[in-house]
Structures are given as structure tokens and as C-alpha cells.
């Protein structure tokens, strides 16, 4: 919040309001971590100005940008400035019920709200009969690869990045030139759509995700997901790093995921009252057991070891603590991570199928001999590529057929 308040008053101190005498300024945070700001400019028509929150959103907007996680606000005066009904309608065009806005001015006090109690009832785009045009990312995806429809998606886990190499006729599109899509942080992930065959099958790989821990929100994982569907994927794979907790499970053991316990504490669909999917989601069968079983079969078939188990999603960035491990066991977690889960969520209220496969990169805190770390995973996780590389090759032709 600090870094947007401050965002905000050096907007604030260019604006232009030689009528009103009311500078404002305004700035927001997005799905891909970055800041924009503006400030308010009036001219000799006033009161028909530009307000600071729509100047921010224009730059947004301009910058291929989507999605408003936080705002603030800042008004000349002492009391907090709040947006008018106007802007709390433009931002409600890029933000959900849950997003934060910060209000302050020239005083210390900072009031926050969300755009829900701000705006109760918003129109949507909805109301305007669009609810089904496409997101700009299937857009741009369709004009790189014109034909491109539908086929299988796997999302590549930390170090399961090299997987997309094997791709035949490849066709690599950086995230940055996907709106709305999350431009990674962590080393591991490079962000990149490749779209391409895998043992005859089309597939579209995503090289990179967020992670909740990078502190952009669940819900940043919701305009990926949603441009598979608008691309019309129907199945999704996601693959992931993750610490195991049975002995029997070492570094590089691949493991379908049956089940998941959510322990992240959040979920994508916050806020999001039924807007993407039904408002209470079941997911009672959250993880295709169809599609699970066809991948078993092919592994057997294949002679590759795939066990089965049950994945518990942390919010990290820390690795676990030797107790929350042992409680864990007790829960029923067979392996822990920290991502899968905003996906799987998103996928079904997507309507996507789902298939999620988990790879060790090493023993979860407090089995393994030594201490955790990031590195460790990464080079495991390379070193497991091969193994899921033969898995997918193995199993997409069923999963396709
Ligand atoms: N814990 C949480 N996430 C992980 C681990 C772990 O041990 N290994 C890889 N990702």
C-alpha cells in the first residue's frame, strides 16, 4: 500500500486543476505487479475534467494491462478522497468486489475499502450483452497461430519448463504480449505460450505461472485460465514441483494427483459472486478421474512409475515447518506444494477437465537429510523432466482421443 500511496502523490503533484484547485492523484497495482498512475486534468470547460482514477486506467489500458488488484487515491484536501460514482464504474470494469482501495489526502489517514462497498451494484459487462467476447490474450494467440483451436494445455511447474523444447512446429508467444497474463518473478518459470505437437497431439504448453506468494492474488491466475477456455482447450494438465511426504516417494517419483486440501487460505473465486462459473463451485470431482486413469494406464503400459496421491497446497514463500508436516500426514497429504490449486480452481470454473500431475524434487521438511531450497527444486525438477516428458508422450494420445 505504502508503494501506491507514494505512487499516487507524485501523480497527485502534476496535476493539472487550475479550476478546481483540487489536484488528485491516483495509482493502481495489476496482475502482472506493475504500477500505473494519474492525475487529474481539468480545462477551461470544467467541471468536464479528467479524474486521476481514469488517467491511471488509460495508461493501464494503453500498457496491454487488464486487471486492477489495489488503487489508491489521493486527494488535496484533509479528508480522504473518494472516487467518484463515475470512476468506482471504470474501475469495476478492470477490478472485482474484493479489490482494495485505498483512499487518503493530505493527512496520515488512509481509509480502505473495497469496490464492493463502494460500488454495490455495478454493471458488468453482462449488462451489456458482451459476456462471451473473447479476452484480448485469445485474440492475439488466434492472429500468431491462425487455425490454432482447442487441443490439450499443460502448465509447466518450477524447472518442468524444458519440457516445452520437445514441442514440434513451435510456436512461442511471450507472455508479454498476453494481456493479462502474469509476468513471472521466479527463476524457474519463463514466461511463454508455445504452441505446438507432442506425440502427434496439439498442445498448448504455458511456460511459467504465478504463485499466490509473489503477493498478486489468487485471482491472478483466472485470465490464463480463462483464455484456454476462449481458446477452446478442453483439458488442462498442470504440472508442478512439489515436497513429498512419504519415504517411499524420493526425488523424481511422479505422482497423479487424486484429491487436494487447500491450506493457502484464499481462494481465485473471491469476490467473484458466480461472475466466472456457478457462485458455489463443486468440486467433489475436481480432478478428471477419467482422464486420471488414462493417464495410469498409459504409464503402466509405458513402464513408468506413477503413483497416486493427494496434494496439500501451502501459500509459501516459506518451505514447511518438520511439525506442519507431520500434521499434514495426519490430514492425508501424500505431497505438498505451492500452486495447483488457484489453477484447478480457475480450471473448473472454467469448465475445463482437469489432470494433475506432481513431481518430487525432494523430501518434505523435516524427512530430508538436508535443508530446503529453491535451487534444489529447480535442478530436481530438471532432472524429472525426463520422466514426465515420457508420461506425457505416452499418455496424450488417449487424453486427446
Ligand atoms: N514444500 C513446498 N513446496 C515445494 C516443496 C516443498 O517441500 N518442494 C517443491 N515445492
Given at each position: 500500500m505504502k508503494e501506491l500511496l507514494e505512487a499516487a502523490r507524485r501523480a497527485r503533484e502534476r496535476?493539472?486543476?487550475?479550476?478546481?484547485?483540487f489536484a488528485v492523484g491516483a495509482a493502481l497495482r495489476t496482475a502482472s505487479g506493475r504500477l500505473y498512475a494519474g492525475c487529474n486534468v481539468e480545462n477551461a470547460?470544467?467541471?468536464?475534467g479528467l479524474c486521476a482514477e481514469a488517467a491511471a486506467i488509460a495508461a493501464m489500458v494503453a500498457a496491454g494491462e487488464r486487471e486492477i488488484l489495489e488503487m489508491a487515491i489521493l486527494g488535496s484536501g484533509a479528508e480522504p478522497c473518494a472516487p467518484c460514482g463515475g470512476c468506482r464504474q471504470k474501475i469495476a470494469e478492470f477490478a472485482d468486489a474484493e479489490t482494495r482501495i485505498h483512499m487518503a489526502g493530505t493527512e496520515e489517514t488512509v481509509v480502505t475499502a473495497t469496490l464492493g462497498e463502494l460500488l454495490p451494484h455495478r454493471f458488468a459487462l453482462r449488462d451489456a450483452g458482451r459476456e462471451n467476447a473473447p479476452p484480448e490474450a485469445a485474440a492475439v494467440v488466434r492472429a500468431r497461430a491462425p487455425g490454432w483451436n482447442g487441443g490439450v494445455a499443460l502448465l509447466l511447474g518450477s524447472g518442468l519448463g524444458g519440457i516445452a523444447a520437445a514441442l514440434e512446429e513451435a510456436v512461442a508467444i511471450p507472455?508479454?504480449?498476453?494481456?493479462?497474463f502474469p509476468e513471472p518473478t521466479v527463476p524457474g518459470h519463463a514466461g511463454e505460450l508455445v504452441l505446438g505437437r507432442l506425440a502427434g497431439v496439439p498442445l498448448l504448453c504455458l511456460r511459467g505461472r504465478v504463485h499466490l506468494y509473489e503477493g498478486r492474488?489468487?485471482?491472478?491466475v483466472l485470465p490464463m485460465i480463462r483464455s484456454l477456455r476462449e481458446l477452446g482447450c478442453t483439458l488442462l494438465i498442470v504440472t508442478n514441483a512439489a515436497g513429498s511426504l512419504r519415504c517411499d516417494l524420493g526425488p523424481g517419483a511422479l505422482v497423479l494427483v487424486r484429491d487436494h486440501l487447500n491450506m493457502q487460505g484464499t481462494n481465485p473465486l473471491l469476490g467473484l459472486r458466480g461472475e466466472t462459473g456457478p457462485p458455489f463451485l463443486d468440486l467433489s470431482a475436481l480432478y478428471d478421474a477419467g482422464a486420471g486413469d488414462r493417464m495410469l494406464e498409459a504409464a503402466a503400459e509405458a513402464g513408468i512409475p506413477l503413483a497416486t496421491g493427494i496434494y496439500l497446497a501451502t501459500l509459501g514463500p516459506c518451505f514447511e515447518t518438520p511439525a506442519e508436516i507431520r500434521a499434514f500426514r495426519v490430514l492425508g497429504a501424500d505431497v505438498v506444494g505451492m500452486s495447483l490449486v488457484p489453477e484447478a480452481i480457475a480450471a473448473r470454473a472454467c469448465g475445463l477437465r482437469l489432470v494433475a500431475l506432481s513431481v518430487v524434487t525432494n523430501l518434505a521438511a523435516g524427512l530430508a537429510p538436508a535443508p530446503l531450497s529453491h535451487e534444489e527444486t529447480l535442478a530436481a525438477g530438471e532432472a524429472a523432466g525426463e520422466g514426465l516428458l515420457a508420461l506425457l508422450r505416452a499418455a496424450l494420445p488417449r487424453l486427446a482421443g
Amino acid at each position: 500500500m505504502k508503494e501506491l500511496l507514494e505512487a499516487a502523490r507524485r501523480a497527485r503533484e502534476r496535476a493539472y486543476a487550475p479550476y478546481s484547485g483540487f489536484a488528485v492523484g491516483a495509482a493502481l497495482r495489476t496482475a502482472s505487479g506493475r504500477l500505473y498512475a494519474g492525475c487529474n486534468v481539468e480545462n477551461a470547460a470544467y467541471p468536464e475534467g479528467l479524474c486521476a482514477e481514469a488517467a491511471a486506467i488509460a495508461a493501464m489500458v494503453a500498457a496491454g494491462e487488464r486487471e486492477i488488484l489495489e488503487m489508491a487515491i489521493l486527494g488535496s484536501g484533509a479528508e480522504p478522497c473518494a472516487p467518484c460514482g463515475g470512476c468506482r464504474q471504470k474501475i469495476a470494469e478492470f477490478a472485482d468486489a474484493e479489490t482494495r482501495i485505498h483512499m487518503a489526502g493530505t493527512e496520515e489517514t488512509v481509509v480502505t475499502a473495497t469496490l464492493g462497498e463502494l460500488l454495490p451494484h455495478r454493471f458488468a459487462l453482462r449488462d451489456a450483452g458482451r459476456e462471451n467476447a473473447p479476452p484480448e490474450a485469445a485474440a492475439v494467440v488466434r492472429a500468431r497461430a491462425p487455425g490454432w483451436n482447442g487441443g490439450v494445455a499443460l502448465l509447466l511447474g518450477s524447472g518442468l519448463g524444458g519440457i516445452a523444447a520437445a514441442l514440434e512446429e513451435a510456436v512461442a508467444i511471450p507472455y508479454a504480449e498476453l494481456p493479462g497474463f502474469p509476468e513471472p518473478t521466479v527463476p524457474g518459470h519463463a514466461g511463454e505460450l508455445v504452441l505446438g505437437r507432442l506425440a502427434g497431439v496439439p498442445l498448448l504448453c504455458l511456460r511459467g505461472r504465478v504463485h499466490l506468494y509473489e503477493g498478486r492474488g489468487a485471482a491472478a491466475v483466472l485470465p490464463m485460465i480463462r483464455s484456454l477456455r476462449e481458446l477452446g482447450c478442453t483439458l488442462l494438465i498442470v504440472t508442478n514441483a512439489a515436497g513429498s511426504l512419504r519415504c517411499d516417494l524420493g526425488p523424481g517419483a511422479l505422482v497423479l494427483v487424486r484429491d487436494h486440501l487447500n491450506m493457502q487460505g484464499t481462494n481465485p473465486l473471491l469476490g467473484l459472486r458466480g461472475e466466472t462459473g456457478p457462485p458455489f463451485l463443486d468440486l467433489s470431482a475436481l480432478y478428471d478421474a477419467g482422464a486420471g486413469d488414462r493417464m495410469l494406464e498409459a504409464a503402466a503400459e509405458a513402464g513408468i512409475p506413477l503413483a497416486t496421491g493427494i496434494y496439500l497446497a501451502t501459500l509459501g514463500p516459506c518451505f514447511e515447518t518438520p511439525a506442519e508436516i507431520r500434521a499434514f500426514r495426519v490430514l492425508g497429504a501424500d505431497v505438498v506444494g505451492m500452486s495447483l490449486v488457484p489453477e484447478a480452481i480457475a480450471a473448473r470454473a472454467c469448465g475445463l477437465r482437469l489432470v494433475a500431475l506432481s513431481v518430487v524434487t525432494n523430501l518434505a521438511a523435516g524427512l530430508a537429510p538436508a535443508p530446503l531450497s529453491h535451487e534444489e527444486t529447480l535442478a530436481a525438477g530438471e532432472a524429472a523432466g525426463e520422466g514426465l516428458l515420457a508420461l506425457l508422450r505416452a499418455a496424450l494420445p488417449r487424453l486427446a482421443g
